[in-house]
């Protein structure tokens, strides 16, 4: 069985992006089978997402800080991304204050849940209590 980069070269698509995050560790297996169907967009994707290091905008131990905060996010849970850059942030100087308070940011987005659910619960409660509910 030929290798993704290998099926990649055949399909004569170039994917340094994708080369490059393999060779950091940063490359999801997921992602395998997206990239054997089509390259050419996952590609163009995950040079998107690497744009950031390869600006200079942003402080290399800011952005680890930001993945961290995206990975660990209610909508994304990616626990061996969190792994990852917090691994990383600690390598770029971050302390676990800095991390730690990260992470508390990033428990904001599941506050939504609430906000949404809690008023749906109290109607559901409340047309339960109407006559003829129940």
Not at 80 to 88: D, E, F, Q
Not at 105 to 125: D, Q, R
Request: glycine share 8%; with cysteine; proline share 6%.
């Amino acid at each position: 069985m030929n290798t993704d980069s290998e099926r990649t070269a055949a399909a004569g698509v170039n994917s340094p992006a994708v080369e490059q995050m393999r060779a950091r560790g940063a490359w999801n297996p997921l992602w395998d089978r997206l990239h054997e169907w089509d390259p050419g967009w996952t590609e163009q994707f995950m040079a998107m997402g690497s744009q950031p290091w390869q600006s200079g905008v942003l402080d290399p131990k800011v952005i680890e800080l930001l993945c961290i905060a995206v990975d660990a996010a209610a909508t994304h849970m990616y626990a061996p991304g969190v792994r990852r850059h917090i691994r990383a942030a600690l390598d770029l100087g971050a302390t676990r204050e800095e991390i730690l308070e990260v992470l508390k940011l990033s428990t904001l987005v599941g506050i939504h849940a609430c906000n949404i659910g809690v008023p749906i619960l109290a109607e559901e409660l409340a047309a339960r209590e109407q006559p003829g509910n129940g």
